[in-house]
């Protein structure tokens, strides 16, 4: 939660230097002399200030969403062994993060993807109402004549203290604080518990039960479930509701599966996950060495289920597009003109057909096969390229694939200025002071071809940063 805060303080920060400036160019002050251009100007600077957060954030809720699945699946396995069940009373520290990595391994990944994707456009939502809230203060403060202080206090700021944000009201930023910190904190819940639940699912518990804090906070909706018992394989839906508490604990008698045996049902021992783990990773390397080849031969030579597998890896479809279904229509019945089908008259006639939605595998082959030829093409062009030959678009792709912002951040302008004056300690530079510093360097909002180039070799380390030429984000 401190790093969200940071991140929003650092917005914050940013805005009202933006507004300092715009009062010494007298863009706020006096609004019938500022000039159209600057007032823009101003609104582009807001906007690439706030895409910083939403990319900052973005990143942020994905690692946190991650951890919260992982530890939701040693929670899962701690809780076994707090049970003293078999295969898990004994099992020491090592055994249980081997246990851990080996699920999440194991596990498909879609439902953490979605877990991670639907936390990112809920605060993706929160950094739009931000900017618009600003924006919307800004002008409202000009047309009523605020000075620039005045408009910067409308806009409230950023309250790490708890006691003093349930006092700070209904401003922009902390409006934004109490929005994105109940969707960290019900978002990672909700990932841990959908951990603990795979976890059980992977080891072979059939049922959990629902639990409360069973205390004076429990709401309606959640208190009639407490003690609830449920097949494991149904969506418990937790948390119910922003801010619930509710978890749930595996349920009923629990048989045992004899290692080596095949069993429908009863608990697997951890040897047994960590096999599968083995297995999979085993298939991943075969699947990943065969595509980096370049060899189309070596891509035919694996089974149906590894191509699938592989299309995902490569950020593929599975799926055909309307327009291939359609061409499917057209070359079983040629003399019906399919093109004008659409919704459910489109979904009848695919199943008339027998045509399902689904690639078979030689579309599957197809695509990789283009793919890889990509792949070496690009390969090839990337054995003589390096991050100063691709032009600025390019580097900006580059960088938003990393996360890396394009705009010239805080930690830009003092990393900037350490540089050039290194015998000034320039960390603690904010404010007024921070914005004088960036125009005595001349430095713009956006980075510039240089600055961008060493944004990512900073990040990913100039030997990855040339391999990051090389990723699929730049095939066009």
């Known amino acids: 939660m401190s790093e969200l805060v940071a991140l929003l303080e650092a917005t914050q920060k940013d805005v009202h230097r933006i507004m300092l400036r715009a009062k010494t160019q007298n863009m706020v002050e006096n609004d019938k002399r500022a000039k159209t251009h600057g007032l823009q100007t101003l609104e582009k600077e807001i906007s690439a200030i706030v895409g910083d957060l939403r990319a900052n954030s973005s990143l942020l809720f994905r690692r946190t969403i991650r951890e919260a699945f992982k530890n939701g699946i040693r929670g899962g396995a701690q809780t076994l062994m707090a049970a003293s069940l078999p295969y898990f009373k004994d099992l020491a520290p090592r055994g249980l993060n081997k246990l851990t990595t080996s699920v999440f391994q194991v596990i498909d990944r879609d439902a953490l993807d979605f877990l991670a994707k639907y936390t990112v ?7 739009r109402e931000l900017r618009d809230g600003i924006k919307r203060t ?11 202080e005045q408009i910067a206090k409308e806009m409230g700021q950023v309250i790490p203290d708890l006691e003093s944000f349930r006092n700070a009201g ?6 934004a604080q109490y929005r994105l910190e109940l969707i960290a904190r019900t978002e990672t819940l909700r990932a841990h518990n959908q951990g603990r639940v795979t976890f059980y699912q992977q080891v072979g518990v059939e049922k959990v039960e629902w639990l409360t804090l069973d205390d004076e906070r429990v709401c309606p909706v959640c208190g009639p479930l407490n003690g609830q018992v449920f097949p494991i394989d149904q969506p418990l839906d937790q948390p119910r509701h922003p801010n619930c508490r509710c978890t749930h604990v595996p349920a009923g008698d629990f048989e045992v599966a ?35 080849s370049g060899d189309p031969a070596q891509l035919k030579a694996l089974p149906s289920g590894q191509l699938a597998q592989l299309s995902i890896d490569e950020g593929l479809s599975l799926w055909r597009s309307k327009s291939e279904l359609v061409a499917q229509l057209n070359r079983q019945n040629p003399a019906v003109d399919h093109s004008r089908l659409d919704g459910a008259a489109l979904q009848a006639t695919l199943r008339a057909a027998n045509i399902g939605r689904r690639r078979d595998r030689s579309e599957l082959l197809a695509q990789l096969k283009r793919a890889q030829a990509e792949m070496i093409a690009l390969r090839e062009k990337a054995e003589a390229l390096t991050l100063s030959d691709l032009t600025v678009a390019e580097l900006r792709e580059l960088a938003k694939a990393y996360s890396v912002p394009v705009t ?11 540089d050039r004056y290194p015998k000034r300690d320039w960390t603690e530079v904010a404010g007024a002071e921070l914005a004088a510093l960036r125009r005595k360097m001349g430095l713009s909002t956006v980075k510039t071809k240089d600055q961008l180039i060493r944004a990512i070799e900073d990040r990913l380390g100039a030997r990855l940063a040339k391999k990051a030429i090389n990723r699929p984000t730049l095939r066009k």
């Open 121 to 127: 456009r809920l605060s993706g939502d929160v950094s």
């Open 138 to 148: 800004l002008l409202t403060g000009i047309v009523r004549g605020l000075s620039s």
């Open 170 to 175: 209904g401003r922009v930023f902390s409006k």
């Open 258 to 292: 004899e290692p080596g045996r095949k069993q429908k049902g009863g608990l697997k021992p951890p040897d047994e996950i960590n096999r599968l783990a083995k297995v999979k990773a085993t298939k991943r390397r075969e699947r990943t060495r065969a595509f980096n």
């Open 408 to 418: 010239v951040t805080r930690k830009d302008v003092i990393d900037i200025a350490t």
